[in-house]
């Protein structure tokens, strides 16, 4: 089974949420439909980026390693590279 690293930002305030989880389309619907509460309230949520790893264990140390850093610029170049990988597919 595959697990995500995932970044979600919400249309209502450019907020980031990063998560991990096994199905991504999953997490952003159940973020949307406001079941967790601490986004809730920033609804709607857009999915901006996600990696795929292996293992439960190696998503959840990518996870700590992006929200350790805490900083938006770094979320930013994130998402920006998936863009231009995704361009280029």
């Not at 390693?65 to 590279?81: G, H, N, P, V, Y």
């Amino acid at each position: 089974m595959a697990y995500f690293v995932y970044i979600l930002q919400s249309l209502t305030d450019g907020t980031y949420n990063v998560g991990s989880t096994h199905n991504v389309n999953s997490r952003l619907e159940r973020h949307n439909q406001g079941r967790s509460q601490y986004t809730q309230s920033k609804r709607p949520w857009q999915l901006v980026h996600f990696e795929e790893f292996s293992t439960k264990f190696d998503a959840l140390k990518r996870e700590n390693q992006i929200k350790r850093r805490k900083i938006k610029r770094f979320i930013q170049s994130l998402i920006k590279t998936s863009e231009h990988v995704n361009a280029a597919n």
